[in-house]
């Protein structure tokens, strides 16, 4: 096939796909379908935690609680920090997307996802086991379905969609809890693997039918075909323009190394990155929450039962919250619902760890996880996202939004060392008392931080921050 002729293919196929854009209920079948992998996302990333001394039981052949087990979860918990240096290489895949189009990699990523979940159920030693893992850390962050809701909805439901369809799929993490309950007995716990069984026919089936349902993006479909059609001498002028652009942008921007010094150098985004890392590391607990339950079940103050409960009902608040935690956000302020949502992270997990060492009622239980977890993540999207971007100068933003996530992810590294370090000394069965004990003060001094040294950015207009602007 020429490369004439295969140009003339791909532009029937995307004249279309840019045809089957403008069917009436194209739109609707899209959502629906991003919804889904929306919910095979959340699914993956939770579906290790909510089995995880099942797990641990199972490949290091010993029982919970035990100086073994202890040893086992710290050692494990390690390891598997180092999987997420996969994360490293994640940004040079992403850019494939800009290039090849959007549509292969929300396949790619979903039905890579089912990959990761099936080896991991698949093995039955560390080795093989950690290698799912890698492969589910790598395909699971990439939310491809974000890029595709932005690209896809009119302007002024862009941002409505994307927290509907989050909520909708932090909530159904709660299946998981339903799959405890239906498939796992403790006295066998090697059947953590049927947990993974749904998920993984989900992702796969999904990925399979959004080769037919979903189409490319429309602003995708519309570059692509322009260039198509261009003449070579069109095109080579577009490339002499592009590059052009580029060297202009590249003039321009902002390295990571200057982003870095505007971080520190400036003294909002300083203490803004200082209250961050401090989040980042306050996450920690939301990586023991199964162990902290079993450790309730195995003192007796949570029945079997009630741990299911748990599992089920958290993510329904944790959800629910977290679009409410929106809507607070926008109405009161940054600062004002960064206090309020850590007060709904600090009560939360107080209560979570009482009931993890106490008889209480699971609905309460889960009810304080789950507004514990909502306060949390919702103020490290504000910090990461929301006051790092209303802080900064347009020229660098990007950049520095970048950067402020790499100093989270320091902070995440450090909470998993620590997590597991306490695992193997203090051992599993205080780690509602050890966790608890260590993160509240942290948020405490996070929030104390914010309210003193960061200024409130929800007025300020984005186009017209300086870089001496919060001085």
């Not at 003039?251 to 870095?260: D, I, P, R």
């Not at 608040?317 to 929106?326: C, D, P, R």
Request: hydrophobic share 50%.
């Amino acid at each position: 096939m020429t490369q004439n002729e295969k140009e003339l293919r791909e532009i029937r196929r995307l004249e279309k796909a840019d045809a089957f854009h403008k069917h009436k209920h194209y739109f609707a079948i899209l959502i629906v379908v991003l919804t889904v992998v929306y919910i095979v996302d959340e699914l993956t990333s939770g579906v290790r935690g909510a089995v995880d001394s099942f797990t641990i039981c199972d490949l290091f052949n010993t029982t919970f609680g035990t100086p073994a087990y202890d040893k086992a979860a710290g050692t494990l918990g390690l390891v598997t920090t180092g999987c997420y240096l996969i994360y490293l290489i994640s940004p040079f895949y992403k850019s494939l997307a800009d290039k090849l189009g959007r549509k292969v990699f929300l396949i790619i990523n979903t039905i890579g996802m089912g990959v990761g979940m099936l080896v991991c159920i698949i093995s039955h030693n560390v080795v093989i086991y950690l290698i799912g893992v890698v492969i589910m850390t790598f395909f699971t962050p990439n939310d491809v379905q974000v890029i595709y809701i932005m690209e896809c909805a009119p302007k002024e439901h862009r941002a409505k969609l994307c927290s509907i369809t989050k909520g909708i799929a932090l909530i159904s993490v709660s299946l998981l809890g339903l799959f405890v309950k239906m498939f796992v007995n403790r006295e066998h716990p090697e059947t953590w693997r049927s947990v993974f069984i749904i998920p993984i026919i989900l992702a796969f089936v999904i990925g399979f039918l959004a080769i037919f349902f979903v189409k490319e993006t429309p602003i995708f479909t519309q570059r692509r075909l322009q260039y198509l059609r261009a003449s070579e001498e069109e095109r080579k002028a577009q490339a002499e323009a592009e590059k052009a652009e580029a060297e202009k942008e590249k003039k321009q921007s902002v390295s990571v190394f200057s982003a870095f010094k505007f971080i520190f150098k400036n003294p909002q985004t300083r203490a803004v990155a200082v209250v961050a890392i401090l989040f980042s590391f306050a996450t920690g607990y939301t990586g023991k929450y199964q162990n902290m339950i079993e450790a309730g079940v195995a003192r007796g103050a949570i029945s079997t039962a009630g741990s299911d409960l748990i599992l089920m009902f958290y993510p329904i608040i944790n959800g629910l919250l977290t679009l409410a935690a929106g809507f607070l956000i926008d109405a009161l302020g940054r600062k004002k619902a960064a206090l309020i949502l850590g007060l709904w992270t600090a009560v939360g997990l107080g209560v979570f760890a009482y009931g993890c060492m106490n008889p209480l009622d699971p609905y309460i239980t889960g009810f304080a996880y789950g507004f514990s977890i909502a306060g949390l993540w919702s103020i490290s999207d504000m910090l990461f996202f929301v006051i790092t971007s209303e802080s900064t100068p347009t020229e660098m933003r990007s950049t520095v939004v970048g950067s402020m996530q790499l100093l989270g992810m320091v902070g995440m590294g450090l909470n998993m060392v620590f997590n597991n370090v306490v695992t193997m000394i203090a051992g599993s069965m205080n780690l509602p008392v050890v966790l608890t004990v260590t993160y509240l003060p942290i948020v405490a001094i996070a929030l104390l931080i914010m309210m003193l040294k960061v200024k409130e950015t929800r007025d300020v207009d984005l186009d017209d921050i300086k870089v001496d602007e919060w001085r």
